[in-house]
């Protein structure tokens, strides 16, 4: 596959996980204010993933993005993910670009967003805090929703599969 081909299929994976929340969204009754906010919380998370993860703007994915994306990749990976630079650098540059493709998106989540969440959740619980508590474990468990199904894919079309399993 080409770096476009498994772009867009990242930014297909994130944006059915969008048109869920938003039918099921659309099928809680308004009164229902604890699961809608749930349900809010969660596509906005999908959202995310798409617009900073893949900086999918609903305009056609092209190789100007995944360029842009490119530097964010060695950056995050030589700070974060040190064994994943090390096997983009012995890539070929045909290979680099898939390899941004297939995990830019991940790994941007993971450094920026994820990791925060986690703290955030872990003081939460420590200090009784049931709202930042609800808030972040939704926020965690969305993103590791998106991450296992970005992941299933990478497994089953063997596109670098299994990179992320020292980071969760």
Same mark, same amino acid.
């Given at each position: 596959m080409t770096a476009l081909e498994i772009d867009k299929v990242m930014a297909e994976i994130a944006l059915r996980k969008v048109k869920e929340c938003e039918e099921r969204l659309a099928e809680t009754p308004k009164d229902n204010k604890s699961e809608r906010k749930a349900i809010q919380i969660e596509l906005g998370m999908y959202s995310l993933c798409l617009r900073a993860g893949l900086l999918y703007y609903t305009t056609p994915v092209n190789m100007n993005t995944v360029q842009v994306r490119k530097n964010r990749f060695m950056n995050i990976s030589l700070k974060s993910f040190p064994s994943i630079a090390q *096997? #983009? &650098?012995k890539a070929s540059e045909e290979e680099k670009l898939c390899m941004v493709a297939a995990l830019q998106g991940e790994m941007f989540m993971r450094d920026?967003?994820?990791?925060? #969440? *986690? @703290?955030?959740? &872990? /003081? $939460? %619980? $420590? $200090?009784?805090? $049931? /709202?930042?508590?609800?808030?972040? @474990?939704?926020?965690?468990? @969305?993103l590791e929703v998106i991450f296992e199904a970005w992941e299933e894919?990478? *497994?089953?079309?063997? *596109?670098?599969?299994?990179?992320? %399993?020292? %980071? %969760?």
């Open positions: *096997i #983009y &650098e920026q967003m994820y990791n925060g #969440y *986690i @703290s955030e959740l &872990e /003081q $939460a %619980k $420590a $200090a009784g805090d $049931a /709202q930042r508590n609800f808030e972040f @474990s939704i926020k965690t468990g @969305s894919w990478r *497994i089953s079309n063997n *596109i670098y599969p299994h990179l992320f %399993k020292e %980071k %969760k």
